[in-house]
């Protein structure tokens, strides 16, 4: 069974690239939010396997969203994603709990390899 994966990002060409990689990879695409706000509600209905979590969003930042959803569900899995020079950011989400993090623009081998890595375990 593909595993279910939902996508954080304000941006909708980012989605859409994500989501194009995925879907190539085998992975299923469960939902795609355009924000944190969003994300925090779809992780609660739609419980995916994984979400890639954009940092820098409107409403609710990636960092926000990030600690809403561990705070709902410990085990949550969720890759970052970051413009070059974001390393402080990317330092608090790994401390609060994101599991791995993948630069833009996304590289696709790099994608696929956070992904598996982290449904693998």
């Known amino acids: 069974m593909a595993k279910r994966i939902l996508i954080t990002d304000d941006a909708l060409f980012m989605r859409v690239t994500l989501k194009n990689i995925l879907t190539q990879n085998g992975f299923e695409v469960v939902g795609e939010a355009a924000n944190g706000r969003e994300a925090v509600e779809l992780y609660s209905s739609l419980k ?14 990636g960092l926000e969203a990030l600690k809403q959803i561990r705070a709902s569900d410990p085990q949550a899995k969720v890759v970052m994603c970051t413009a070059m020079g974001q ?21 696709p081998e790099r994608v696929i390899e956070a992904v598996s890595k982290l449904l693998a375990a």
């Open 87 to 107: 390393k402080n950011m990317v330092v608090e989400a790994v401390q609060n709990g994101a599991k791995d993090f993948i630069v833009k623009p996304f590289q």
């Open 48 to 61: 995916p396997d994984l979400v890639t979590m954009d940092i820098t969003m409107p409403e609710m930042d």
